[in-house]
Nanobody, 128 residues
Framework: QVQLVESGGGLVQAGGSLSVSCAVSGGTFSIYAMGWFRQAPGKEREFVSRISRTSLRTYYSDSVKGRFTVSRDNARNTVYLQMNSLKPEDTAVYYC?????????????????????WGQGTQVTVSS
């Protein structure tokens, strides 16, 4: 059974930085493209970033482009999200997710239903 566990969330001031991690177990990590989503109170879950199996391709939402960086270490079965220049509107629960199917199919990479496995989330709070 594939399990994803996020860590590293917390409280940070606006303009600060934070890194969150997601450790994957129970599956073959290197076959999954990995995504990050977030959900703020009262809002729908939204796409943040995605990284391909080999790290060759990365994708970001417009709201985080230039501030966030996704990376992965296939030897450690872990994906990371480095968040810089944080804003209060970045406050949300951050989820990692695994997609075993790559870019095949009609579902877009920024849709939550693209991903088969999800972590429990980690809270990121940015104070103004």
């Amino acid at each position: 059974q594939v399990q994803l566990v996020e860590s590293g969330g917390g409280l940070v001031q606006a303009g600060g930085s934070l890194s969150v991690s997601c450790a994957v177990s129970g599956g073959t990590f290197s076959i999954y493209a990995m995504g990050w989503f977030r959900q703020a109170p009262g809002k729908e879950r939204e796409f943040v970033s995605r990284i391909s199996r080999t790290s060759l391709r990365t994708y970001y939402s417009d709201s985080v482009k230039g501030r966030f960086t996704v990376s992965r270490d296939n030897a450690r079965n872990t994906v990371y999200l480095q968040m810089n220049s944080l804003k209060p509107e970045d406050t949300a629960v951050y989820y990692c997710a695994a997609d075993p199917n790559g870019l095949e199919g009609s579902v877009r990479y920024d849709e939550a239903r693209k991903y088969n496995y999800w972590g429990q989330g980690t809270q990121v709070t940015v104070s103004s």
